[in-house]
C-alpha cells in the first residue's frame, strides 16, 4: 500500500468516510456518517483521533450538522449551528486543533447571507482546512527531513501518521519525506499503552508503506536510548503553549526526559495550528482523563484486579527545556520558544 492510499477521512457525496482506528490492526473498515452526533461519538470512541485530524472531524462534524438544521431564518440556523458546534467542542479537551477549526467554520457561516449559503460555505471551509492540514504536514516533513541523517534510527510515541492527520503525518511526515529525501531510515515504535496507538496503528502504517520499524514495549525506550541505538527523537503534539511546553500522548515527557539524559535530539513536529498562544505555559493545558477500563481492560478482557482504583491522564505534558525544536511548515523554532512561536503563530 502506498502512503497515498491510507485516507483516513474524506466527504464522499454529502457523507464523511473515515477509517476505524478502533479495528486496527486486525481490520481495515470504513464508516460512513451522515451526521453531526455520529462524528462526535466517532471523536469520543477514538475511531477518528490525532490531533489534526480532530480538526478536520469536527469541520466536517459540524458541515454534517449543518445541513440538517431546520430554521425559519439565518439567525435562527446560527443559533443551532452554534449548538451542534458546543456538541463537538465537547468531545474532547486536549487537542487545540479541534478548537481551531470549530472557530473558523463558526467565522465562516458568520459571513454567508442565506442559509444555502452557509451551508456551503462550511463545506467548502472544512474542504479547506483538510487541504492547509495536508499541506503544512508535508511542509513541515521537508523541514524536518533535513535533521534526520542517512541511515538513521528514529524513536517514535503514539501516532502521528496519515492515520492521525488526514494523509500525510507530522511525526512520521518527517520520516516519510526523509525517506523522499532518499534517505534510509528505520523506526523503532513504542507501544503506548493504554491504548497502543503505537503497536495497533503506527506499526501498522509504517509496515504498510515499507518503512523497517521495531516493535518496543514502553518500558524499553529508556534501555534503546542509553545504548546509543536510537539517533533521534520525533514525536506529534496535541497542543504548544506559547513557552513552547508540549502536551502530547502520555509517556512523552518520559521519553524526552530520558532523551536529554542520554544526549539524542527530542523534537516535535506539529503545524502551527497545533500551538496555542492564549496558554502561557503547559501548567495551563487541559488534560483529558479517559475511562479507566483502557487501563484494567485490553480488547474487553480484564487484566487487572475488580474495582481496582485507576487514573488515566490521555497526555502528559513536556517541559520546553526538554524540546530539542519544533517543527512546522514555517520552518524548525528553537529557544527561545516564547518569542519565536508568537512570531510564526
Not at 467548502?124 to 527531513?145: C, H, S, T, V
Not at 528505520?186 to 497502543?196: G, H, I, K, N, T
Request: hydrophobic share 45%.
Amino acid at each position: 500500500m502506498a502512503l497515498a492510499d491510507i485516507k483516513p477521512i474524506q466527504w464522499i457525496d454529502g457523507k464523511v468516510r473515515i477509517i476505524d482506528q478502533t479495528r486496527l490492526p486486525a481490520e481495515l473498515v470504513y464508516v460512513d456518517m451522515d451526521d453531526y452526533v455520529a462524528m462526535a461519538e466517532a471523536i469520543c470512541q477514538l475511531r477518528v483521533r490525532g490531533a489534526p485530524q480532530l480538526g478536520i472531524a469536527a469541520a466536517y462534524g459540524l458541515a454534517l450538522g449543518a445541513r440538517r438544521i431546520k430554521a425559519n431564518g439565518r439567525e435562527e440556523f446560527l443559533s443551532k449551528l452554534s449548538q451542534v458546534s458546543k456538541v463537538l467542542a465537547s468531545t474532547r479537551p486536549t487537542a487545540v486543533n479541534l478548537f481551531y477549526a470549530l472557530r473558523r467554520m463558526e467565522s465562516a457561516a458568520g459571513k454567508a447571507r442565506t442559509i444555502a449559503d452557509i451551508q456551503q460555505a462550511l463545506l467548502d471551509e472544512a474542504k479547506r482546512i483538510a487541504d492547509e492540514e495536508d499541506a503544512a504536514n508535508r511542509q513541515l516533513g521537508k523541514f524536518g527531513a533535513e535533521l534526520v541523517g542517512d541511515g538513521a534510527t528514529i524513536l517514535t510515541h503514539c501516532n502521528a501518521g496519515a492515520l492521525a492527520t488526514g494523509g500525510y503525518g507530522t511525526a512520521l511526515g518527517v520520516i516519510y519525506a526523509a525517506r523522499e529525501a532518499g534517505k534510509g531510515v528505520q523506526v523503532f515504535a513504542d507501544e503506548s499503552r493504554p491504548l497502543l496507538q503505537g503497536s495497533r496503528l503506527t506499526a501498522w502504517e509504517l509496515m504498510q508503506v515499507g518503512i523497517p520499524v521495531t516493535l518496543i514495549t514502553d518500558s524499553m525506550y529508556g534501555h534503546f536510548l542509553i545504548s546509543g541505538k536510537i539517533d533521534l527523537d520525533v514525536v506529534g503534539a496535541d497542543r504548544i503553549a506559547a513557552n513552547g511546553d508540549v502536551a502530547n500522548k502520555i509517556g512523552t515527557y518520559s521519553v524526552a526526559v530520558l532523551a536529554m539524559e542520554n544526549g539524542v535530539p527530542f523534537y516535535v513536529a506539529a503545524p502551527v495550528s497545533t500551538v496555542d498562544l492564549s496558554l502561557a505555559s503547559g501548567d495551563q493545558i487541559p488534560i483529558e482523563e479517559r475511562s479507566p477500563e483502557e487501563v484494567t481492560h485490553l480488547r474487553g478482557v480484564p487484566i487487572a484486579p475488580a474495582k481496582v482504583k485507576v487514573a488515566n491522564p490521555a497526555f502528559d505534558v513536556t517541559p520546553h527545556h526538554y524540546v530539542t525544536a519544533i517543527i512546522t511548515e514555517k520552518g524548525v523554532i528553537r529557544e527561545p520558544y516564547q518569542e519565536r512561536l508568537r512570531r510564526v503563530a
